[in-house]
């Protein structure tokens, strides 16, 4: 009885919480995929412009800066983008490009020639540099060129 009891007193706290829903960087605070935009706009012939128009933006949601230093952005393909020495400060984004540009503190660059984001499906997964699981974002078909996450 005392199980039964406690079922619904926990279903009403993971409904309050979303606990059970979040990934662990959501219900701690720390990194997140923030949003995927997967199909740059226009036709895909390969300038850089459009391949910079293939981003993902990471958000830092804690009160804290957090070293990302040899965390792994990747595809389903493993596809990598590999982060420098870099802290992502509390409460800010990295928008990371597929294609070539000068690196700052909001946006990083894969150097990629060519598109890493398929525009039928993938997922996006942030590791730590350990291997651990950060975060990921997928989209299928339905999500007409950006996913948020």
Wanted: net charge positive; glycine share 8%.
């Amino acid at each position: 009885m005392r199980i039964r009891a406690a079922l619904p007193a926990l279903a009403g706290a993971v409904a309050l919480t979303g606990t059970f829903l979040s990934t662990p960087a959501h219900a701690a605070g720390g990194v997140t995929i923030n949003r995927v935009w997967f199909d740059s706009p226009g036709s895909d012939r390969g300038s850089n412009a459009s391949l910079n128009g293939e981003w993902v933006l990471l958000k830092n949601t804690s009160s804290t800066a957090i070293s990302v230093k040899g965390w792994i952005l990747k595809d389903i393909a493993n596809h990598r983008y590999t982060f420098p020495n870099i802290k992502i400060a509390a409460g800010k984004t990295v928008k990371v490009h597929t294609g070539k540009g000068t690196a700052t503190a909001a946006h990083r660059y894969q150097n990629s020639s060519w598109y890493i984001w398929n525009n039928t499906s993938d997922t996006a997964t942030l590791t730590k540099a350990n291997g651990s699981k950060v975060d990921s974002c997928s989209w299928t078909t339905r999500d007409p060129s950006d996913k948020a996450c």
